[in-house]
């Protein structure tokens, strides 16, 4: 029945649940604002299917993305604070502490003492064996791996304190709006991958750059 102001009223009638859902869908269908963008039979063309769920693939995948970008900022964090050197991930922060280790046992060892090992060692660095720094770094990669595993915990209230998750959101609902209105391509940017592949460059490239040096 219709009521005087135009809305449609549904029936409060005791009905079985497929005429109920029946006479819902005939309600929703009668508003011209909305008939238009749904599609009859609840079937979406492939095509639309497709950008739905890569726009909502994306959105899940700036979640990893901002794992490892947080990772990669411990790495630094730590290589900052404690071992004085630019360390962009993990795998640059465990190659530094394998050089450090090589370096402390070194001197432990000097057969003329610790006060010279450190005055050879400081002219004559020591380079880690391939062991030692295949340990270190995996040692490292793995830590890093819990860290961004649970990384969610500290990122999450950050970024919606900052509002980077409703603004996340936002672009994700109007993504899904052009696709189901017909008015788009449904792109939904992926900011955070382009950073985190960064940090993965500026990580390996340090790794080699010291590698080379040694």
Request: with cysteine; glycine share 12%; net charge positive.
């Amino acid at each position: 029945m219709a009521r005087h102001d135009g809305a449609v009223a549904v029936p409060l009638r005791t009905a079985p649940t497929h005429v109920q859902r029946g006479v819902l869908a005939d309600a929703i269908h009668s508003d011209p604002r909305v008939a238009g963008r749904i599609c009859i039979g609840d079937v979406l063309p492939v095509e639309a299917r497709a950008l739905v769920a890569t726009a909502i693939s994306g959105y899940a995948g700036t979640r990893a993305a901002t794992a490892e970008i947080a990772a990669g900022s411990i790495a630094a964090g730590i290589g900052a604070l404690w071992v004085k050197h630019a360390t962009p991930g993990m795998v640059t922060l465990g190659s530094v502490v394998a050089n450090m280790l090589a370096q402390q046992a070194a001197i432990a060892a000097f057969p003329l003492g610790a006060g010279l090992g450190i005055w050879w060692f400081g002219m004559y660095p020591v380079a880690p064996g391939a062991e030692l720094l295949a340990t270190t770094i995996g040692a490292f990669a793995v830590v890093g791996a819990l860290f961004a595993v649970f990384s969610g915990i500290v990122t999450d209230p950050l970024q919606r304190l900052i509002g980077l998750h409703r603004r996340r959101l936002l672009r994700l609902i109007g993504a899904l709006e052009d696709v189901l209105c017909g008015d788009g391509e449904g792109r939904f940017p992926l900011r955070d991958h382009y950073v985190a592949r960064l940090i993965d460059f500026l990580d390996l490239s340090a790794a080699l750059l010291r590698s080379v040096r040694a």
